[in-house]
């Protein structure tokens, strides 16, 4: 089971926007970074640090996280955003790293 | 460029053993930790521990514990992931991630993974 509770799945029409969250007791003490994963290919890093870009993401991906909910959100949506979603996060307690159970984007 | 390559698919008998490995290129080596991370067909990403490439050190899953191995071959730049005792549940791609942070550590690059299956 995943400590990290995520929507199975999310629909955007193109151009809205999408929000993914990722939920756990006071998440908004750790850093949350998400993935997104399309059907075949590896993960790709999309923000780290809750908030942070890697260079040749888009400015429209960018995340939040306070309180209990970390949230993804990717603005201006296009089908090629189409993809399943991962948030992660480190365990102090036992040194593993923790991933949600991934959401679906879907784009109408 | 940064690069991790992996080894090829396998396809082992229940209760064999599989080796991955996974070449970094593009970085030095030691610099940074070596995650290995699963995905059964149709399930999430499942996180089975990482390698320090310079101590050796190692975390492991707890779910994993007893019959992974990770190591680190600094002279070839090379991690391997050892899963034993394979059952048929273990069919799935293995991936390698590098991972920065300090702290709250992340994973920046990852291999195009390594399919094994187990099938009698």
């Known amino acids: 089971s995943y400590v990290l509770t995520q929507p199975p799945s999310v629909s955007v029409a193109p151009g809205k926007t999408a929000r993914i969250t990722c939920g756990e007791n006071n998440i908004g003490i750790k850093s949350v970074h998400w993935y997104q994963q399309k059907p075949g290919q590896a993960p790709v890093l999309v923000i780290y640090y809750d908030n942070e870009r890697p260079s040749g993401i888009p400015e429209r991906f960018s995340g939040s996280n306070s309180g209990n909910t970390a949230t993804l959100t990717i603005s201006r949506v296009e089908a090629g955003d189409e993809a399943d979603y991962y948030c992660?996060?480190?365990?102090?307690?036992?040194?593993?790293?923790?991933f949600g159970a991934g959401t679906k984007l879907t784009v109408l | 460029q940064v690069q991790l390559v992996q080894s090829g698919a396998e396809v082992k008998k229940p209760g064999a053993s599989v080796k991955v490995s996974c070449k970094a290129s593009?970085?030095?080596?030691?610099?940074?930790?070596i995650n290995w991370v699963r995905q059964a067909p149709g399930q999430g990403l499942e996180w089975m521990g990482w390698v320090n490439p310079n101590s050796g050190s190692t975390v492991y899953a707890q779910k994993f514990q007893g019959r992974v191995t990770i190591t680190g071959n600094t002279s070839t730049s090379t991690a391997y992931m050892e899963l034993s005792s394979l059952r048929s549940d273990d069919t799935a791609v293995y991936y390698c991630?590098?991972?920065?942070?300090?702290?709250?550590?992340?994973?920046?690059?990852w291999g195009k993974g390594t399919t094994v299956t187990v099938s009698s």
């Open positions: 992660q996060v480190w365990d102090s307690s036992s040194d593993h790293r923790l």
């Open positions: 991630a590098r991972e920065r942070g300090n702290y709250h550590y992340y994973m920046d690059v």
């Open positions: 593009g970085y030095t080596f030691t610099s940074y930790d």
